[in-house]
C-alpha cells in the first residue's frame, strides 16, 4: 500500500503507480529467458562483405552527406572509471606496500611511463609529496603512487567518468574518449556543412565536469578538423528508474523513503528516442584509439553506414510499392526473400498467406526502426552475441542477446553458446525515421519481457535490483537488424586502466 509520500516521489520521478507495481510482479515471477532458434554466424545472420561491397557501401555513405543526410553520434557516457581501477583500490587499501610480482598493480608501475597521464601524475606527487612518481617507486613508496591516481587528493581518477580520463598521448599533449570520440566524428560524420553532430549520455553528478572539457576542447579542434561541432549532453530520465525490493520482493525502504534505482542503459532508449537525426551512430565511450591507429575504425564506419542505407534504399522502395499496390506475388516473394536474406527474419507463417494478408506482413514487418551491428570474431572479449532468436509473433530475427537471457540449463543452447563465433562490440548505425521522414517512437520497440534482476547491497543491507531491457539488446527487440562483420582492430576497450598499454592505444 503507498503512502502519499511514496506516491508524491513517484509524482517527482514521472512513474506511475502502475509501473511499481508491474516491476514488484516482475520480482516475484523473474524475466524468462528467451527462445533461441540458433547462433549467428558468418552465412548464417551475419553478413561478410566483399572488398567490392565494402567500396559500393562507403560511396553510398557519402553521397548520403553529401546530398545533406541527418547524422548523430551517440555515445553512453554516464559509466564511472571505478571499475577499471579496481585492482589499485585493491593494493591501496591492502598491507603490503610491494605489489605481487606479474600483478596488475607491478605491470602498470612497470610502465608508468606510457600512460597518458603520466605529467598530472608528476605533478600530483610532487605537490602531495615532493617527490616525482620515479622517486617514490625507487624510494618503495609504491602505494603513495597508486593513491595519488586513484583518490581525490590526487588525479582522483578513481572518481571520475572514463570519458574525462586522459587515455592518449600527442606531441602537443593528450586526449580523454571524449576529445577522441569528435575526432572520430569529424573523419565519419560530418554534415554536408561542416557540422559534426554528437549526444553524450552523461550522469548528473559528472554533467560539470562533461561542459568544462567541451568548452575547453570543442574549438580548438573544430579549427583544427575544419569542422563545427554541435554537442549536446542528457542524463538518464528518473522515469526510468526502476524500484528496489526487499529479498521477499516487497518494496525496499531506506531511512523511510521507497528506493528507486538507475535502470541500466536500457534506459538510455528514452535518451535516444529524443533525437532529431535519421542516422545515429552508437559506441561506447572507452571504444577508441589514437589517430594513428583509427584507420580501420574509419573505414567500417563509413561501411556499415553505407549498408545501413543500402538496405534503407530497399526497405523504402518496398514500402511504396505496398502503399501503392504495385505488388505481384512474384514481387511479394522478392520481398520475402529481402526479409530472409538481409534481415534475418524466418516465419513459417508467411507460406500460407494470400497476396493481400502477406502484403500487409511484410509492410508490418518493414515499417520499423532498421539497424546495422558490427559483429567481431570472438577473441576471448566480453561482450553480447548474436543470435537468432523467436519473437512473440512465432518469427525468428536476429538479436544481441547477454548471457543472462539464456538459459544456462539448456544443453542446446550451452552448445550454441560454445559454437559462438562473433560478438557484439557496440558499434551499431541506425536509421529511426519512417519512410516519411517522421521519427519512430523507439519506446514501441522494446521488449519489456527482456530485463534482468541483480543481488545488490546498500549500506549493508541486500536487495534486489532491476535492470530494464538493455539499449542494444531488448530495447531493440523489434528493430529490424543485419549483422555485417568488422575486423577486430575497430574494438579497443578500456575496461581495467592496463587495457591503455596496448599497442592499440600507445599510438
Known amino acids: 500500500m503507498l503512502r502519499d509520500e511514496d506516491k508524491a516521489l513517484l509524482e517527482e520521478k514521472g512513474i506511475s503507480e502502475q509501473q511499481v507495481e508491474q516491476q514488484l510482479k516482475r520480482f516475484a515471477t523473474g524475466f524468462p529467458y528467451l527462445k533461441i532458434k540458433d547462433v549467428a554466424r558468418t552465412g548464417q545472420g551475419i553478413t561478410v562483405l566483399t572488398p567490392e561491397e565494402e567500396a559500393e557501401a562507403v560511396e553510398r555513405w557519402r553521397k548520403y552527406l553529401s546530398d545533406g543526410g541527418e547524422v548523430c553520434k551517440f555515445v553512453p557516457a554516464s559509466g564511472a572509471a571505478s571499475r577499471m581501477f579496481k585492482a589499485l583500490f585493491e593494493f591501496v587499501d591492502g598491507e603490503s606496500e610491494v605489489p605481487a610480482e606479474g600483478s596488475d598493480v607491478a605491470r602498470l608501475l612497470a610502465d608508468i611511463d606510457k600512460m597518458a597521464f603520466i605529467a598530472d601524475l608528476n605533478a600530483a606527487t610532487s605537490r602531495i609529496h615532493g617527490k ?62 561542416g557540422v559534426v553532430n554528437l549526444h553524450f549520455t552523461v550522469s ?32 538518464q530520465k528518473p522515469s526510468t528508474d526502476t524500484i528496489a525490493a526487499n529479498p521477499d520482493n516487497t518494496p525496499f525502504m531506506e531511512d523511510g523513503h521507497l528506493l528507486f534505482r538507475p535502470g541500466g542503459h536500457g534506459a538510455l532508449i528514452q535518451n535516444l528516442n529524443d533525437m532529431e537525426s535519421a542516422v545515429v551512430f552508437i559506441k561506447n565511450i572507452d571504444n577508441v584509439v589514437p589517430d594513428s591507429r583509427r584507420e580501420a575504425t574509419i573505414k567500417y564506419k563509413q ?38 536474406e538481409k534481415l534475418g527474419i524466418t516465419d513459417r507463417s508467411i507460406d500460407e498467406k494470400n497476396d493481400t494478408d502477406l502484403a500487409v506482413y511484410i509492410h508490418e514487418k518493414l515499417s520499423r526502426p532498421l539497424r546495422v551491428c558490427g559483429m567481431v570474431r570472438n577473441e576471448g572479449e566480453p561482450g553480447g552475441g548474436p543470435f537468432i532468436a523467436y519473437n512473440p509473433d512465432g518469427s525468428a530475427s536476429p538479436q544481441i542477446l547477454e548471457a543472462n537471457q539464456i538459459d544456462p540449463a539448456n544443453g542446446d543452447y550451452a552448445k550454441m553458446l560454445q559454437g559462438a563465433t562473433h560478438f557484439n562490440p557496440v558499434d551499431l548505425v541506425c536509421y529511426i525515421k519512417d519512410r516519411h521522414g517522421l521519427k519512430f517512437d523507439l519506446t514501441r520497440y522494446v521488449d519489456p519481457a527482456t530485463g534482468f534482476i541483480s543481488s545488490k547491497s546498500s549500506h549493508g543491507k541486500e536487495l534486489r535490483a532491476m535492470e530494464l531491457p538493455g539499449l542494444w539488446n531488448g530495447a531493440m527487440s523489434d528493430w529490424n537488424t543485419a549483422f555485417v562483420e568488422v575486423p577486430v582492430a575497430t574494438f579497443n576497450p578500456v575496461k581495467t586502466v592496463n587495457d591503455l598499454l596496448r599497442p592499440a592505444h600507445q599510438g
Do not use: C, W
Not at 548528473?204 to 561541432?229: C, D, M, Q, W
Not at 530497399?314 to 516473394?333: F, I, M, P, S, W
Open 204 to 235: 548528473a553528478n559528472h554533467r560539470k565536469l562533461f561542459e568544462e572539457k567541451l568548452a575547453e576542447v570543442l574549438e580548438p579542434l573544430g579549427k583544427e578538423r575544419g569542422v563545427t561541432y554541435n554537442v549536446t549532453l542528457s542524463e
Open 132 to 193: 616525482t612518481v620515479a622517486e617514490l617507486i625507487a624510494a618503495g613508496r609504491n602505494k603513495d603512487v597508486v593513491a595519488a591516481i586513484i583518490n581525490p587528493e590526487g588525479l582522483n581518477y578513481g572518481n571520475l567518468p572514463k570519458g574525462l580520463l586522459k587515455f592518449h598521448s600527442y606531441a602537443a599533449g593528450s586526449r580523454t574518449p571524449v576529445e577522441e570520440q569528435l575526432v572520430e566524428g569529424a573523419q565519419t560524420a560530418a554534415n554536408s556543412h
Open 303 to 340: 561501411v556499415l553506414a553505407g549498408y545501413l542505407m543500402e538496405l534503407h534504399d530497399k526497405v523504402d522502395g518496398y514500402l511504396a510499392d505496398l502503399a501503392a499496390g504495385n505488388y505481384t506475388r512474384g514481387h511479394l516473394q522478392e520481398m520475402v526473400e529481402f526479409l530472409h
